[in-house]
């Protein structure tokens, strides 16, 4: 079965400190593995995409890594801010089809309080 | 522009109302998607349209009827809805896949219309 989890579910941090957030996925085949950020009652906005042949990807202070070997991903913030406060979603990309086929996880949510 | 427009924001409809969704983009992808997200929920597709033609209905209720009456537009009707179809519809666009890299496979979200079903 196509899966992909995330912890923790939640997680409160002070504004300026770092934190990792976790997947873990069984997913096949596998295509590529994205991080999105979601505001609340917003659609989500993508962060990072990796294929299996990437390691760690940087966009600001969002670098994520692949280890596709045990089918894991993390996403670290650098110097988190207040309005990093948002759902962080793990989401994989399956199959060849020439739409994309996603298998989202059930997010973690970020509270960054000042 | 490389926006997901949806149209409303927000929307509440009776039992017996007839409404519609709209979702626009003007990138040039050919892929378009319904997706329906419950509070405190990962979103869960809906319907798939890729080049105009459904490609994937999620076994998804009659009441929601998706169209697509050209490549830059997407449309949800909806009629005849139960209370629990209260969610956010997130429309979202892809560029055709393979041949452009994972880099361009980037799924575009629309902000999404919130629906309340009274």
């Known amino acids: 079965k196509n899966q992909v989890e995330q912890s923790p579910q939640s997680l409160i941090i002070l504004e300026g400190k770092n934190c990792t957030l976790q997947?873990?996925?069984?997913?096949?085949?596998?295509?590529?593995l994205r991080w999105y950020k979601q505001d609340t009652g917003r659609g989500p906005v993508s962060l990072t995409i990796?294929?299996?042949?990437?390691n760690t990807k940087s966009n600001g202070r969002y670098t994520a890594t692949l280890d596709a070997d045990t089918k894991q991903s993390s996403l670290h913030i650098t110097a988190s801010q207040l309005s990093d406060s948002a759902s962080y979603i793990c989401?994989?990309?399956?199959?060849?089809?020439?739409?994309?086929?996603?298998?989202f996880g059930t997010g973690t949510r970020l509270l960054v309080s000042p | 522009d490389t926006e997901v427009t949806q149209t409303p924001k927000h929307l509440v409809m009776g039992m017996t109302n007839k409404k519609s969704l709209k979702c626009e983009q003007h990138?040039?992808?050919?892929?378009m998607y319904w997706y329906k997200q419950k509070a405190k929920k990962p979103p869960e597709l809906m319907f798939v349209y890729s080049y105009e033609k459904l490609s994937i209905n999620e076994s998804v209720p009659s009441r929601f009827s998706p169209e697509c009456p050209n490549s830059s537009l997407l449309n949800l009707h909806l009629h005849a809805l139960q209370p629990e179809d209260s969610a956010l519809y997130l429309c979202?666009?892809?560029?055709?896949?393979?041949?452009?890299?994972?880099?361009?496979?980037?799924?575009?979200f629309g902000s999404g219309t919130q629906l309340s079903v009274l």
């Open positions: 997947c873990n996925y069984t997913v096949s085949p596998f295509s590529n």
């Open positions: 979202a666009s892809s560029l055709p896949r393979g041949k452009m890299g994972a880099a361009n496979e980037k799924l575009f």
């Open positions: 989401v994989v990309s399956i199959g060849d089809t020439g739409f994309q086929k996603l298998v």
């Open positions: 990796m294929t299996f042949s990437e």
């Open positions: 990138m040039g992808h050919r892929a």
